[in-house]
């Protein structure tokens, strides 16, 4: 199901499935002051937090870290076909893989969407 706001959507999919989509004004943290409640902001910031932790903190390479955020991808979306219950939480890690992929360039940006992101403007009728 794809949540629309009044700017649009940000969906997110992987292997060719939608696997969650936020409204573009939904605010992600309400709680941090001067956030701009965009999606999309949190998730580039939070993946370029994550990428440079895991190189610092664990001394995980590139290719280490691709492949753990592919394992989140496809359990998040393992789950989505059996029907079994997804968090709110689950949706968040996975866009913050999705955007780490995006980041260390095993996804590319390009308009056929099977793995990544999608931005959609308001559906007007």
């Known amino acids: ?68 955020y592919k394992l989140i991808c496809n359990d998040t979306y393992e789950r989505k076909m059996k029907g079994e219950g997804i968090w709110s939480s689950d949706y968040e890690l996975f866009g913050v893989a999705i955007y780490a992929l995006r980041k260390l360039k095993f996804i590319n940006d390009d308009l056929h969407v099977r793995d990544g992101i999608a931005f959609f403007p308001k559906y007007k009728m």
């Open 1 to 68: 199901m794809i949540r629309e706001g009044k700017d649009g959507s940000l969906c997110m999919y992987w292997r060719g499935k939608l696997i969650c989509s936020y409204p573009l004004d939904y605010d992600m943290r309400p709680s941090v002051a001067g956030r701009e409640g965009r999606p999309d902001e949190f998730f580039i910031s939070q993946a370029n937090t994550i990428i440079l932790k895991m190189m610092r903190i664990t001394g995980f390479t590139i290719k280490e870290q691709i492949n753990h």
